[in-house]
């Protein structure tokens, strides 16, 4: 019996990532004993390696600005477990997550396949979001796509598909073009289908299967960057201008996205006003994606993890603090990664940024240790001038990286990104 919220993230974490598997039978009869609430809402699915987060929270903000009821299905979360569901931009509620986790776990353990973590929160949302009668669930894919446990939904009204590079290539494939293809499964006839900008060969597996599935593509337009600051950006796009309140060319090119999944939302006859298109992509937040904490000293936030984020790192630092700059070795790198990620290349990117490296250890079994992402750091780079060390802690590596001088930019995992969020912002912010 779950009585209380601790009760109900103990009984969830028992059934951790580590213990998950591909594959949406499961989900199915979880689902199905809870009544199939998932058949009586609407969804905006979206699939990607990154920016799939971004482009969710973007659609989201605009969907409430339009004035409709809206939930979000989030991962992973940062600070608070309640993050990853959400509604009208409020958290799910101790009391109800506990009365929910409750009715979820008398399912589950009547199963003779026990549904893994995601599974039961998945489970989770989707009885929340029809209880608080959600006129869209922006649903944000876990991993993969076809054998998601987010894929047990009918066709969603538009099935989206973020940037597609090389991550859990144990699970989804060991090429792009593989992994695009396992993406595409959440694909539906019944659904408009938009795509971020990808590279050739991810845009001809995503058009084949749009047209074998005789479903609409809708491609994001072209967006140009017209202002950048540290506080947020202008863009064009189609001859309309936007203030986008994230940072970075690559949330251009994913607000881009959106403007799509907008105008896929129209053709279908939701009423979306452009008021509330400019009001949402104005006022969206979604931390720790190049988020500066602090101006003066300025210090930089990113969950990025792979290499794919690292080039968009190295794009923002050359956009925004590097542009005059020949040396541009002028940061300072609180990183800390998880030893299943491809952290020579992130490194190897990251080189020419890099003046001080201070790394620390994420808080998950499999992070990789400090100490030894400093030794790695050291052997690629045996002359370098600047200091390469490890903490003991977070609160210790944000002291050591903010005693140097230099602009910090904390770095490589969204497992650390809540910690060093919180730690920060409470103790070492002096918000400007």
Same mark, same amino acid.
């Given at each position: 019996m779950i009585t209380t919220y601790e009760e109900a993230l103990s009984y969830i974490n028992d059934f951790t990532w580590s213990k998950s598997r591909l594959g949406l039978k499961r989900t199915r009869e979880l689902l199905c004993k809870l009544g199939n609430p998932q058949k009586k809402l609407k969804f905006i699915h979206v699939a990607g390696t990154n920016g799939k987060g971004s482009i969710c929270a973007m659609t989201e903000r605009i969907l409430r600005e339009a004035g409709y009821r809206t939930g979000f299905y989030p991962s992973p979360y940062l600070e608070d477990f309640r993050e990853r569901i959400q509604v009208n931009g409020e958290l799910i509620t101790k009391e109800a997550l506990t009365g929910? @986790?409750?009715?979820?776990?008398?399912?589950?353990?009547?199963?003779? /396949?026990?549904?893994?973590?995601?599974?039961?929160? @998945?489970?989770? +949302?989707?009885?929340?979001?029809?209880?608080?009668?959600? /006129?869209?669930?922006?649903?944000?894919? +876990?991993? +993969?796509?076809?054998?998601?446990?987010?894929?047990?939904?009918?066709?969603?009204?538009?099935?989206?598909?973020?940037?597609?590079?090389? $991550?859990?290539?144990?699970?989804?494939? /060991? @090429? =792009?073009?593989?992994?695009? &293809? @396992?993406?595409?499964? =959440? =694909?539906?006839?019944?659904?408009?289908?938009?795509?971020?900008?990808?590279?050739?060969?991810?845009?001809?597996?995503?058009?084949?299967?749009?047209? &074998?599935?005789?479903?609409?593509?809708?491609?994001?337009? $072209?967006?140009?960057?017209?202002?950048? $600051?540290?506080?947020?950006?202008?863009?064009?796009?189609?001859?309309?201008?936007?203030?986008?309140?994230?940072?970075?060319?690559?949330?251009?090119?994913n607000a881009a996205t959106v403007l799509s999944v907008v105008e896929a939302l129209r053709d279908k006859g939701h009423a979306i006003p452009e008021g509330a298109v400019s009001q949402g992509l104005s006022q969206v937040k979604w931390p720790a994606r190049f988020e500066v904490l602090n101006h003066e000293p300025l210090f930089i936030l990113d969950g990025g993890h792979n290499p794919q984020c690292a080039q968009a790192m190295a794009e923002n630092l050359d956009a925004y603090l590097l542009a005059d700059k020949s040396d541009k070795q002028s940061v300072t790198f609180l990183i800390g990664m998880l030893k299943d990620k491809d952290y020579h290349r992130v490194l190897g990117i990251l080189k020419p940024y890099g003046f001080n490296y201070v790394c620390i250890t994420p808080d998950n079994t499999r992070a990789l240790n400090g100490n030894e992402l400093a030794d790695t750091i050291r052997s690629m780079n045996p002359d370098h001038p600047g200091k390469i060390v490890s903490a003991d802690s977070i609160k210790e590596g944000i002291q050591i990286a903010s005693a140097y001088g230099l602009p910090v930019v904390a770095f490589g995992s969204l497992y650390s990104a809540g910690e060093i969020r919180k730690v920060y912002s409470s103790e070492f912010c002096r918000r400007n």
């Amino acid at each position: 019996m779950i009585t209380t919220y601790e009760e109900a993230l103990s009984y969830i974490n028992d059934f951790t990532w580590s213990k998950s598997r591909l594959g949406l039978k499961r989900t199915r009869e979880l689902l199905c004993k809870l009544g199939n609430p998932q058949k009586k809402l609407k969804f905006i699915h979206v699939a990607g390696t990154n920016g799939k987060g971004s482009i969710c929270a973007m659609t989201e903000r605009i969907l409430r600005e339009a004035g409709y009821r809206t939930g979000f299905y989030p991962s992973p979360y940062l600070e608070d477990f309640r993050e990853r569901i959400q509604v009208n931009g409020e958290l799910i509620t101790k009391e109800a997550l506990t009365g929910i @986790t409750e009715r979820v776990a008398s399912a589950a353990d009547m199963m003779e /396949d026990h549904p893994s973590q995601f599974e039961l929160i @998945t489970a989770i +949302g989707m009885l929340y979001f029809l209880e608080q009668e959600c /006129d869209f669930v922006v649903l944000e894919v +876990g991993m +993969g796509g076809s054998l998601d446990s987010t894929n047990v939904i009918d066709a969603p009204e538009a099935a989206v598909i973020a940037n597609i590079g090389l $991550d859990h290539t144990e699970y989804l494939g /060991d @090429t =792009i073009e593989k992994i695009a &293809e @396992t993406k595409c499964g =959440i =694909i539906k006839s019944g659904s408009s289908v938009v795509s971020y900008p990808n590279v050739s060969s991810v845009m001809e597996i995503i058009r084949n299967t749009c047209k &074998e599935k005789q479903v609409p593509l809708y491609e994001a337009k $072209d967006a140009e960057s017209l202002y950048r $600051d540290l506080y947020g950006q202008k863009f064009l796009s189609e001859g309309k201008e936007y203030v986008l309140s994230l940072l970075g060319n690559n949330q251009i090119r994913n607000a881009a996205t959106v403007l799509s999944v907008v105008e896929a939302l129209r053709d279908k006859g939701h009423a979306i006003p452009e008021g509330a298109v400019s009001q949402g992509l104005s006022q969206v937040k979604w931390p720790a994606r190049f988020e500066v904490l602090n101006h003066e000293p300025l210090f930089i936030l990113d969950g990025g993890h792979n290499p794919q984020c690292a080039q968009a790192m190295a794009e923002n630092l050359d956009a925004y603090l590097l542009a005059d700059k020949s040396d541009k070795q002028s940061v300072t790198f609180l990183i800390g990664m998880l030893k299943d990620k491809d952290y020579h290349r992130v490194l190897g990117i990251l080189k020419p940024y890099g003046f001080n490296y201070v790394c620390i250890t994420p808080d998950n079994t499999r992070a990789l240790n400090g100490n030894e992402l400093a030794d790695t750091i050291r052997s690629m780079n045996p002359d370098h001038p600047g200091k390469i060390v490890s903490a003991d802690s977070i609160k210790e590596g944000i002291q050591i990286a903010s005693a140097y001088g230099l602009p910090v930019v904390a770095f490589g995992s969204l497992y650390s990104a809540g910690e060093i969020r919180k730690v920060y912002s409470s103790e070492f912010c002096r918000r400007n």
